[in-house]
Structure formats: C-alpha cells, structure tokens
C-alpha cells in the first residue's frame, strides 16, 4: 500500500484499488530510525466517498474534488523503529433484530479519528493512504505499510 520510503512532510498515497470480495484485512506500518525534534507522524487509511461535482455554464460536470473518509488511524509513531499491525473487521457484530439509532451515526472525518481507532462499517474498494507529521525536522526513513485482505 505504501512503498519502502522517507517521509518527511505531510501527504497521501493517492487512490488505491482494494481487492474485490474481502472482509477484512491485516495492515503493517513500520518506520525506521526517526530523527528531528519532537517526530510525530499520524497515519491514516482513508476511503473514498465520492467526488462533489460542480457543473460549469454549458451545464456539463467537469468533475470535482474528492472527499475521504478516516476508517483507520494508526497509532502515533513518534519513537525510532516502529512496528504497527492492525486487524480491521469491515463490520462489527449485530444482534439479530437490532436497530441503528441516530447516536450511531458518524460523520465523515478528514486526517481526524482519534489516534489508535479503527471505525468499523461497509467499506467500499477505493482507498488512500494519509499521513500528518509534526515536529522540527522530522523524518520517518523506511517507512512502508503492506495489506493482506482476507475472505474469511
């Protein structure tokens, strides 16, 4: 999902194309030694919701901006030599006849779900990669993250 690489300034990945038919998937993240004052580096898996179009005088849509939704925010790397894994279920467990209320209703966040959280739900298949540093200096060297996507 992300190449051997190293991050110094903030960025995304750009779209990736998830495999069709999963459930849920294992998500590595590691970095290499950090450097800099203070290094913090929060990582986010992001899926797209869509694209807002706008529509120009002669009433065609030219397209638009995307907007991402967090699913997953790793918890923050800011010690040398990092390795996170996460397991994300793409839905939690419901009781049979159960209701979702309003209370359960999330909206979507950009760079902003509580660090270390996962939010479970129906996923769709594009996804992207954020990343916020923060610090004097920082860098975050061989840092990647790979995915394996299950069907269980």
């Known amino acids: 999902m992300l190449p051997f ?10 779209d990736i194309v998830a495999p069709e038919d999963f459930n849920s998937c294992i998500l590595k993240l590691a970095t290499g030694v950090t450097t800099g004052t203070s290094p ?3 990582m986010y898996v992001q899926q797209k919701l869509g694209t807002s179009v706008a529509t120009d005088t002669f009433g065609r849509q030219p ?3 995307a907007s991402y939704d967090d699913i997953i925010s790793f918890t923050q790397i ?3 030599g990092t390795l996170i894994c996460r397991w994300m279920p793409i839905t939690a467990p ?9 209370t359960q209703t999330i909206a979507p966040s950009d760079a902003a779900l509580a660090a270390g959280s996962v939010r479970l739900g129906p996923l769709g298949r594009i996804w992207r ?3 916020v540093i923060t610090g004097t200096s920082p860098t975050f060297p061989g840092t990647y993250m790979v995915a ?4 269980v």
């Open 5 to 14: 690489q190293t991050l110094s300034v903030s960025g995304n990945s750009g």
């Open 40 to 42: 913090t580096l929060n």
């Open 63 to 65: 397209g638009g901006v």
């Open 78 to 80: 800011v010690a040398t």
């Open 94 to 102: 419901v009781a049979a006849g159960a209701v979702l209320s309003a």
């Open 129 to 131: 990669l954020k990343w």
């Open 148 to 151: 394996q996507f299950l069907n």
